[in-house]
Structure formats: C-alpha cells, structure tokens
C-alpha cells in the first residue's frame, strides 16, 4: 500500500529551514519532479478511505493541489483552492499562516454557509496551518466532512484533534538530520 509514496520517502534529503529539519520530496515540493503514478495511488488510496460525500474539495496553494487535483479529476468533485494572495471578492475570509519556518495568509473564496467540504493537504507538521482553516471554516459554518494529510510529521495533528478533528494521516514520518523515517501508514496494522 502506498509503495511508491514510502519508498521515495525515505530517500528525501533534508535541509535546514532556520532551525527546522526540511524534508523535500515531490508531493510536498515538487522537487524533483513528481511521479503521476505516485499522485494516482495516493489520490486513489484517498478516494477509498475518505468521506467524499462533499461538495468540494479543498486544498491550500501550493503543494496540496496535485493530488487534490487527481482526486478532484477520478471523482468528478470540484477543486476549491486557498490561495496565498487576495482577490478582494465578497465573502472573501482571511486568516493568518504558521508554520514551522514561515508566516503568512491565506485566503478563502467560493465557500458558503452549509457547504460540505473534505480538506486535502499535503504535510502536516505543527498544524499551523490545518488548525488555522479548519478555525475559519468552523466561524463561517462550513461542513468539513474529512482532514486528509499525506505526509504527517510531529504533533501538529494533536490540535486538530482537540477542535474534534481526527486528521487521517496516509504515511506519518520522523525528520532528522540524518534523513527521513517511516513511522506508520494509515490502514496497517
Ligand atoms: O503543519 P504546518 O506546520 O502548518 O505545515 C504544513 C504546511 O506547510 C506547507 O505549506 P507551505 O506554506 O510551506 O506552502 P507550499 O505548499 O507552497 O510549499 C504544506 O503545504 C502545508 O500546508
Ligand atoms: O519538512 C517539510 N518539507 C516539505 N513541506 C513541509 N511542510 C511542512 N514541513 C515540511
């Protein structure tokens, strides 16, 4: 199960980011260049694990939108993307960015009131960011039916799981210095 995932995963190099151990791998990166067969089995292991039972599916720019693209194209769900610049359009939300080596904002548009969504991303490391949609979709009464993360590292999820969201998480790693390792994979045992 998710063989191709694994298998680059633990030959990603790892930089420093400040004080941050940075992994760089293509589904978080797009460096170096990204598998489409690595993006269908993770899209399609997603398609089967997930509550698609959604109106959207929605990403944060940048690197969560290759495969939330690849699940939106195999289901037929729309792509709802937060980009990291405003377009000052009505019922535009902002909110404030943080992770581990960087702050920013994010923005959200095309999402109302009732709108059932499964958030796709591609790392979860403090939770930073996650924590800080799932905030802003909580106050504007968005449903999110599902948090999928395809590469965990940290605790982050932990605060997550306090707002009452348990993140499934396909392949969760530990960053050092020395590389990447693997420490569990949604599903096994
Ligand atoms: O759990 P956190 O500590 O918040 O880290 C996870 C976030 O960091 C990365 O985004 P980044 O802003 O670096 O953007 P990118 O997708 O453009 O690389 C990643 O895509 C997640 O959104
Ligand atoms: O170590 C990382 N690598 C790539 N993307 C990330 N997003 C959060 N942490 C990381």
Redesign the pocket.
Known sequence: MLERLKNSLINSPVMKRGEYN????PI??GVPSLDPHMVKEIADYIAEIADMNVDTILTVEAMGIPVANALSLKTGIPLTIVRKRPYFLEGEVELSQS??YSKGVLYINGLKKGDRVIIVD??I?TGGTLLALVRALKKMGVEVTDVISVIG?GDGYLKLEELGFKPKVLVTID?SEKGVEIKDVFGDQ
């Open positions: 940075y992994f760089i791998h978080s990166d992770t581990g591609d790392v490391s590292r960053v």
